[in-house]
């Protein structure tokens, strides 16, 4: 495979050692391991570990920081909106000590869907409420309905808009004179995606207490510029996320209909339930991407998969990792992902399986 897949080899086998070394000493602290943008997220969750939270509700109150945020464009209030200029979120959540998860997909005016979807865990029969039928659950149970969409955020549809096509009525605004919160957005996520709707973005959070208890989230505002009603891999348990308290907890950022086609959240604790160690399962889940992506349209000329996707994860003992298919993204920027423990919140270079995108 690459460089990075036999240094990675060599890591594990290394890790492994160690691991083996401290044996049964090894105990589980607080630990919660996060997209990047969840350095925060998983500061506070593990904060909250340490007063004995239970972990979901640690993991959630981490979420909600980054769906609270208009700052983050890819999760909960100020959301990029669909192609209709709504946002529409999705969420799951899901516990391991009880083995029960809720979810909603295509949730609009609510900027929590982390804690409605834990609801829908508590409260229902049911896994997953979508649409109007989610809203509504939402409304009864107390959560505002508000328009989550921001200036930003409909400045950068308005500017999509006028891209989108030569043979519309809208007419491209002069580059000279761009709205600073459009360079912004523009400098952050590059012009191309304008062009071709996001993959990046969502948070995922897996968190562990000193019980030695799991349990992940995923909240998201999915693709920028999606079809109404297009779902992705965040809302989806056994996809975006996936907890078994015996084994540990796994979820994904990125294509989220690649990540569907291969259930990666649950394929991933079933690699860590082999004994893998946490970034090996989320590197052989992102290969089995790799190897399952056959459509031309979605790979580039060295035929891998052209679009970007990570896996973080965190076993029972307090191993944990992260895999991206791409060192760097098509910006340059390092795959990273957000990590804290007794030691305090920091961000780490997650492992990959290709360098660059070409
Ligand atoms: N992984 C987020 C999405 O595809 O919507």
């Keep these: 495979m690459t460089i990075s897949r036999r240094q990675l080899l060599g890591t ?17 602290a607080p630990l919660a391991v996060s997209s990047a943008n969840g350095l925060k997220a998983v500061e506070l969750a593990v904060r909250r570990m340490q007063q004995g939270i239970d972990p979901l509700d640690a993991a959630i109150a981490g979420v909600n920081l980054v769906e609270d945020d208009p700052n983050d464009m890819t999760v909960g209030y100020g959301g990029v909106p ?3 200029c709504v946002v529409q979120l ?49 409304s009864m ?66 968190a562990l207490d000193a019980r030695g208890d799991l349990a992940g989230c995923t909240s998201t505002s999915g693709l920028f510029f999606k079809m109404p009603g297009r779902v992705g891999d965040s809302p989806i348990i056994g996809a975006g996320c996936f ?46 991407i790799a190897k ?7 790979l580039d000329a060295k035929g891998r998969p052209n679009f970007g996707i990570r896996f973080y994860a965190v076993n029972k003992r307090g191993d944990y ?23 305090g919140a920091r961000r780490e270079d997650c492992l990959f399986l290709f360098e660059r995108p070409s």
């Design 141 to 206: 149970n107390g959560f505002a309905v508000e328009n989550l969409l921001t200036e930003k955020a409909r400045k950068v549809w308005l500017f999509w808009k006028q891209n989108l096509s030569e043979k519309d009525k809208w007419l491209e605004p002069d580059a000279e004179h761009y709205d600073p919160e459009l360079k912004a957005f523009i400098e952050e996520f590059g012009w191309d995606e304008f062009r071709k709707p996001k993959t990046g973005g969502t948070i995922h959070l897996s």
């Design 12 to 28: 594990a086998a290394a890790a492994t050692a160690v691991v083996k070394a401290a044996g049964a000493q090894k105990r589980p």
């Design 243 to 288: 907890t078994d308290n015996e084994v540990g907890s796994a979820g994904s950022t990125g294509r989220g209909e690649a990540n569907i086609l291969v259930s990666g959240g649950h394929l991933t604790v079933e690699l860590m339930r082999q004994g893998k160690h946490p970034r090996e399962a989320c590197l052989m889940t992102l290969e089995r």
């Design 292 to 298: 399952t992506t056959r459509e031309k349209r979605l």
């Design 321 to 343: 990792g992260s895999a991206s298919m791409y060192a760097f993204s098509s910006s340059g920027k390092r795959a990273q992902f957000a990590v804290a423990d007794a030691s």
């Design 82 to 84: 669909n192609e209709e």
């Design 90 to 138: 999705d969420a799951c959540v899901m516990h391991g000590p009880t083995a029960r998860a809720g979810a909603v997909a295509s949730l609009e005016g609510v900027r929590n869907p982390t804690k409605v979807a834990k609801l829908v865990m508590e409260t229902t029969d049911h896994v997953l409420l979508v649409g109007p039928g989610a809203r509504h659950f939402a």
